[in-house]
């Protein structure tokens, strides 16, 4: 049986024990705002890339990003910006819905982009990635 005074030592030994538990256990949930910074950051250099495949290897990044190593349309052959932070924006993120949303529209948006064989129109595709990103972001 523990005596009172190993049990007021146990106590805190506890609780630090359950606070790193729960540090680690937050640090392998990915950062979703370190992963929409970088498909917004890859967004922006889609919409200033001064050529289709270039606009349209950009947006694969941003779609990368979003949907993580895991995801359905992750696309291994164009790079990872955003290897080591997450499984995905969109399946690390817990913010509010409204914001969800605008990471889901930045998605749909990006895997239409990079079908678009018009670099003017490709270029405005990645203008509203980017800025669906941005408000993702605020």
Known sequence: MLSKWNVHKLIPVAGMILALSAANAAAGMGNAGEEIKTAAEHAGYAAKAPDVKGVQMHLHHAINCLVGPKGQDFDESYGNPCAGEGDGALNDFAGPPDKKA????????????????????VKFVAEAVHALLMDAQS
Do not use: M, N, P, R
């Open 102 to 121: 605008y990471l889901e529209q930045a998605l749909s948006l990006a895997s239409t982009g990079v079908t678009i064989q018009s670099h003017k129109a």
